[in-house]
């Protein structure tokens, strides 16, 4: 079991940056984008600025420059919004990001290393990570619990890569992030999770109120589709 006595929880530094937030819409190309991303867009943006994304033979280089134009005119504007956004965000952390991380502690057997990360609120719908550079996102129009819903989940991810990461090699990165992405299910019951991943997901619910070790779990989960 491990000792929360000597408890810190990591600061936080929570902002928007225009560069992060047009970065995650390139992560997949946008003619791409799932149903489910495209109907959150088009609330979003304006219809040219959609469009535009969509176009097939124009550069990436050219859709992130006027998909980044946008985006500074949006922020210019609704910059009290994301300013609210982010005090509330700060707010919920306080009085949640503790439990949160003594809970992920709990359930990794680990300490969370990090003495700091990065939050940045995004307009993007899907919300990306970085462990190694310490940072996660938000999406900024989503309701303060949710926001925390998603931060849970993505330092999930971080516990799981200090837990795991040696073994990447080993399985392969598909398999691997299948796993990580799997795991979310022990301390996020309700999340619903990639289609493509339920069948692993129950059974890592199952095994986890067998109480199997994550050790365990991890090489069960290996072998499954």
């Not at 149903?35 to 994304?53: H, M, R, S, T, W």
């Not at 439990?99 to 940045?120: D, G, N, P, T, V």
């Not at 040696?166 to 309700?190: Q, R, V, Y």
């Amino acid at each position: 079991m491990i000792k929360n006595k000597n408890f810190v929880i990591p600061k936080i530094e929570v902002k928007y940056s225009i560069l992060r937030d047009v970065q995650t819409y390139f992560r997949q190309q946008p003619v791409s984008y799932p149903k489910n991303i495209d109907e959150a867009l088009k609330k979003f943006l304006p219809q040219k600025i959609f469009l535009v994304l969509k176009i097939p033979n124009l550069s990436q280089k050219k859709k992130e420059k006027i998909l980044q134009n946008y985006l500074k005119l949006y922020y210019k504007r609704k910059k009290y919004k994301f300013d609210e956004a982010i005090q509330k965000f700060k707010n919920f952390w306080a009085g949640n990001g503790a439990a949160i991380i003594k809970e992920l502690e709990e359930i990794y057997q680990i300490k969370l290393i990090f003495k700091k990360f990065k939050i940045y609120m995004i307009t993007f719908p899907r919300c990306p990570y970085n462990y190694k550079e310490k940072w996660f996102a938000v999406n900024v129009f989503g309701a303060p619990n949710h926001q925390l819903d998603i931060a849970k989940h993505e330092l999930n991810h971080f516990f799981f890569h200090k837990k795991f990461n040696a073994k990447k090699k080993e399985i392969g990165i598909e398999i691997f992030n299948k796993i990580k992405e799997s795991f979310t299910i022990i301390s996020l019951p309700k999340e619903k999770g990639y289609q493509n991943h339920q069948n692993l997901r129950k059974n890592i619910k199952k095994w986890h109120k067998e109480k199997k070790s994550l050790n365990e779990i991890f090489k069960l989960a290996k072998n499954i589709n």
